[in-house]
């Protein structure tokens, strides 16, 4: 019944590793998000996709690598992780435009050692 | 471009205090205006929203008045409990941004028994 998903819930690995996190949303949206969370609580949007095309792509390092198979799906791949990495990240989705809510998900922890 | 400044947390209330988030914005045309709140350990989840002058939000008790005269839309509830401990955030959205919600930094609210 989870309208948003992220996979896994935390994340612990070491600098340099590459990672994966897995977003899914069954709300039938059209867009998805990714959005980093520092320790401050201060949001960034990072990445945005409509019907699998990208239509927002922030100043992020090209480390971070987003990859939508189909509209349902969201994922994040990072390389070459760094320790300033860790924050949460967000898993998003919406329907449309405009007044349209965000409906989150509930988070990946992610910790660099 | 589009900004949101909302008040500076945190904010410590007794419980069935009166409670007042302060936000204003900076934007061209009409944005929508949101609130959404995120409990500890969860993603963010809409609270309220309006869509132009004058509109009036409500959800649980809280509510927010969209004033365009003086860019406002300020989160108010009457009687606070000690489950509404979170961080709120403003965040507004306009047309041409690609979907983009603009968000203001969070404010921690901690209401005690």
């Given at each position: 019944d989870t309208a948003v998903s992220q996979t896994p819930?935390?994340?612990?690995?070491?600098?340099?590793?590459?990672?994966?996190?897995?977003?899914e949303q069954n709300l039938g949206h059209d867009t998805m998000y990714w959005y980093k969370q520092d320790s401050k609580k201060f949001l960034k949007i990072m990445f945005s996709y409509n019907n699998k095309e990208l239509i927002i792509n922030e100043t992020v390092p090209n480390r971070f690598s987003p990859k939508s198979p189909d509209k349902a799906h969201l994922n994040l791949h990072i390389n070459s992780l760094e320790l300033g990495d860790s924050a949460v990240y967000f898993c998003a989705s919406s329907q449309g435009g405009g007044t349209q809510p965000q409906h989150f998900g509930d988070g990946t922890r992610l910790s660099i050692l | 471009g589009d900004s949101v400044t909302q008040m500076e947390g945190p904010v410590t209330l007794s419980e069935e205090a009166f409670l007042t988030i302060n936000c204003t914005y900076t934007a061209t045309g009409y944005p929508s205006l949101f609130w959404y709140v995120q409990y500890p350990g969860e993603g963010l989840q809409l609270l309220l929203k309006a869509t132009k002058a004058d509109d009036k939000g409500s959800n649980k008790g809280f509510e927010a008045t969209y004033r365009k005269e003086t860019t406002s839309f300020h989160l108010e509830k009457g009687s606070v409990q000690v489950s509404d401990s979170a961080v709120y955030f403003c965040a507004l959205i306009n047309a041409g941004n690609n979907r983009k919600l603009i968000w203001g930094l969070g404010t921690s609210l901690a209401v005690n028994p």
């Open positions: 819930k935390y994340l612990v690995t070491q600098m340099g590793n590459d990672k994966s996190i897995k977003c | -």
